[in-house]
């Protein structure tokens, strides 16, 4: 083993650390945060001070899992941002402290390019193929939803994000008005799948250039149930399957039609999926079937690296690794870390 990259990652309400040796994924480990549910959304102030809890016996859970010892390690990956800054502080600082004790180099990492980069985490004894430059992802997630043009590991531009609500948001959100727990895009997941979804038919706002926009369906949305709540009380729990079905159709339909608009755009036929909301089975669907239609190169994460993880941190790291490119111990985080190329 010549790299041995720890990755930790802080940036929202999961703590999570993982071990990758020369590419090669050693372990894994999440401790999410339960306390928010209640509230219906993260509560950054208590994400902060779950992440103090959970980062020690978290690394400790990976570095063991992955047969090594401290000593072992290369470097210490991070997410610097984007995220909540008192989620960041917790991983940034940790790192910090464990970068000086071991004496090894401590590397800042972009969450949103980390997120694209789980193509390129292998498996052991696994040899799958990964995108080859330069590929389309669409990275959608709670907080971002962006069309990305990746030239290589580390140089990617944004083509096209969205101007208000995130994908995952838009899920989020109408799944509360339809009083669904959150987070809510795996439940409308779930009972899409038992409805039609050619019931309803729900806006579909577009934005300039080959950026999104979601607020004005969410808008749609509600006053739509809440005109037929008002003819019909109940209305929402008889016809739940067939809301869901139709708001996952309409959000899938939105996020595939930019994406294809910038493909003939930029004649670019190797496309990959990122982020939670690529956990959402109509949109993978969706996304494998345009890909078949068309005759390209399509990479789907597995469900495991499509919500927050440091795996896809350790990944970054490691490309960072490899061309020296190290952080110095007065680096911090930032709410707002963009990347260019
Ligand atoms: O990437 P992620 O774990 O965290 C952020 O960085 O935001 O994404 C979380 C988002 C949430 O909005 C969640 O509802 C959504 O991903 N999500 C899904 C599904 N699984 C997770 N949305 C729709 N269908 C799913 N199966
Ligand atoms: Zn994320």
């Known amino acids: 083993m010549s790299a041995v990259i ?17 590419g090669v994924i050693l372990s894994n480990r999440i401790a999410g945060q339960e306390v928010h549910r209640k509230y219906g959304g993260v509560v950054p102030e208590l994400a902060s001070r ?23 390690i290369s470097a210490v990956g991070f997410t610097r941002g984007p995220g909540l800054m008192g989620s960041l502080l917790v991983g940034a600082s ?6 000086l004790s071991l004496g090894i180099p401590l590397i800042e990492v972009n969450h949103l390019q980390a ?10 004894g696994n040899t799958a193929r990964v995108p080859s430059f330069p590929f389309i992802c669409l990275l959608v997630s709670g907080g971002h939803t962006q069309l990305i043009i990746v030239r290589d590991h580390l140089s990617m531009e944004i083509a096209g994000q969205t101007i208000d609500d995130a994908a995952g948001e838009a899920f989020d959100k109408c799944a509360k008005l339809m009083g669904l727990p959150y987070p809510g895009g795996p439940w409308i997941d779930k009972h899409a799948k038992e409805g039609n979804p050619a019931a309803y038919a729900f806006a579909r706002p577009s934005a300039g250039g080959f950026d999104y926009s979601f607020s004005g369906l969410k808008t749609s949305f509600l006053y739509f149930i809440r005109d037929r709540e008002k003819e019909d009380p109940g209305f929402i729990e008889k016809n739940l399957s067939d809301l869901c079905a139709s708001l996952q159709h309409t959000i899938v339909e939105i ?17 990959a999926l990122a982020g939670g909301v690529a956990a959402n089975s109509g949109l993978r669907e969706a996304f ?7 005759g390209f190169d399509v990479f789907i994460p597995k469900p495991a690296y499509t919500t927050d993880n440091a795996a896809m941190i350790a990944i970054t790291a490691y490309y960072r690794y490899l061309r020296k490119e190290y952080s110095a111990q007065d680096i911090a985080p ?6 260019s190329s």
């Open 6 to 22: 720890l990755g930790i990652e802080s940036s929202c309400d999961d703590t999570s650390a993982a071990v990758i040796a020369d």
């Open 50 to 72: 779950a992440h103090q809890q959970n980062i020690v016996p978290v690394v400790d859970l990976a570095i063991r899992e992955a047969g090594i010892a401290a000593g072992d």
């Open 94 to 99: 940790f790192s910090k402290g464990l970068s």
């Open 115 to 124: 997120h694209v980069l789980v193509h390129y985490i292998r498996e052991p």
């Open 255 to 271: 996020l595939m039609h930019n994406l294809d608009r910038l493909v003939t755009h930029t004649g670019i036929g190797t496309l």
């Open 288 to 294: 494998a079937g345009y890909g078949a239609g068309k």
């Open 334 to 339: 930032d709410a707002r870390f963009g990347f």
